[in-house]
């Protein structure tokens, strides 16, 4: 069947029309007005969508357990059918509803780490809708350490499916603006408790295969799961997409190309964007102070350290996005411990 696109009132040509009204409510990050939290939970429970913060990205949230709710996700943003969602608990029993089979080895893990930025893949209970799964017969999951996010969950009473709350294949959201920037018109609520703590997505663990495989690092490190359960290896790409259908598209990318340089004087640095500047206009976002005096050139400068990279990216990507220029040129940072999930991105929104 073909797909009918229409030009929407925003001037998006699109599959879904901007019709909702999206509704804003400002939280106190630590001590959330329940009312709010209450009204967030009715909206969740009437199977529609909220954007709400966890400590690693902005999810855009809907009932686990409705499948017209999870197909709004889907919808709302352009999300590629075979790319499943991570669900989100807030205790033990919620948990139990998502996965009935826990094995030992990632009760270790949950002990460890939850609440936490650690997505375990187990296999799938029966009461999980089934387009969270995009047709795997497992599923993600995790509990977020973040109060907005877990007193949502608890109110709501039921486990909430929450993949980034961004337009699929753009960069994740770490703030509420950036959350109406993709999908105003397409969702029915946001909750914006301010920016995000850690900024860069879970770490994705597949606990089903013969060996626990990391399908995507993130910010529980190689290191530290392996002082759980012993060495683990991020799966071969191969692998990881057998396992994790999804992994094989476009990925927090900016409308820009993006140019990766791993490592870099300034020298080298700024001879790549100068060539680039003879195109257009140029964005740069690293921790080396590249000096370019030129109206085209547009600079965002970042500690070199992977929790301040983690904080920044993707609002760096988007804000230098917003200048339309011919590529951004992102410089990398060591790619050890936490660095290794900044990588990943970095490279992914390079090779888009
Ligand atoms: O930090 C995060 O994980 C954020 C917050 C909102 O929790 N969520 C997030 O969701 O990043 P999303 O949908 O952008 O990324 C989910 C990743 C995808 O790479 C998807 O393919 C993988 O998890 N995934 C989900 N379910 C899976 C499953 N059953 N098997 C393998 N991979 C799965
Ligand atoms: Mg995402």
Not at 141 to 155: F, S, Y
Not at 229 to 240: K, Q, T, V, W
Not at 256 to 282: H, M
Request: aromatic fraction near 4%; charge should be neutral.
């Amino acid at each position: 069947m073909a797909s009918v696109v229409a030009l929407c009132l925003c001037g998006r040509l699109s599959r879904v029309c901007c019709v909702i009204r999206t509704v804003t409510l400002t939280l106190d990050p630590d001590e959330p007005d329940p009312e709010k939290i209450e009204r967030a939970a009715d909206v969740i429970r009437a199977g529609r969508l909220v954007a709400f913060p966890t400590e690693t990205v902005y999810g855009l949230g809907a009932d686990a357990l409705n499948e017209r709710a999870v197909r709004r996700i889907f919808e709302a943003k352009e999300r590629p059918a075979d790319n499943p969602l991570i669900v989100h608990v807030a205790d033990r029993k919620m948990l139990s509803r998502v996965s009935a089979n826990v094995s030992a080895e990632a009760e270790r893990l949950i002990g460890r780490f939850w609440p936490g930025p650690l997505t375990l893949v187990l296999p799938r209970g029966p009461e999980v809708a089934p387009s969270v799964s995009a047709g795997l017969a497992t599923v993600a999951v995790r509990m977020p350490r973040n109060v907005v996010a877990l007193q949502l969950l608890g109110r709501a009473d039921r486990p909430i499916a929450a993949p980034s709350a961004n337009a699929s294949g753009r960069p994740s959201p770490t703030t509420a603006r950036h959350v109406l920037e993709d999908l105003t018109g397409r969702i029915d609520l946001v909750l914006d408790a301010g920016p995000t703590s850690i900024g860069i997505e879970s770490t994705v663990l597949d606990m089903t295969g013969e060996a626990a495989a990391i399908l995507r690092p993130g910010w529980v490190t190689r290191e530290a799961l392996s002082d759980v359960i012993g060495p683990i290896n991020l799966a071969l790409s191969e692998d990881r997409l057998k396992r994790s259908p999804g992994t094989r598209h476009r990925h927090y990318s900016p409308r820009a190309r993006v140019v990766l340089v791993e490592k870099g004087s300034e020298r080298d640095i700024r001879r790549i964007c100068e060539e680039l500047l003879t195109q257009g206009p140029v964005g740069f976002v690293g921790h080396t102070a590249v000096e370019i005096q030129a109206p085209a050139f547009t600079r965002v400068l970042i500690g070199n350290d992977a929790g301040e990279y983690g904080r920044a990216i993707y609002s760096a990507l988007r804000l230098l996005d917003q200048k339309a220029p011919v590529a951004i040129v992102v410089e990398g940072v060591d790619d050890v411990g936490e660095g290794e999930a900044i990588m990943d991105r970095l490279r992914r929104a390079a090779s888009a």
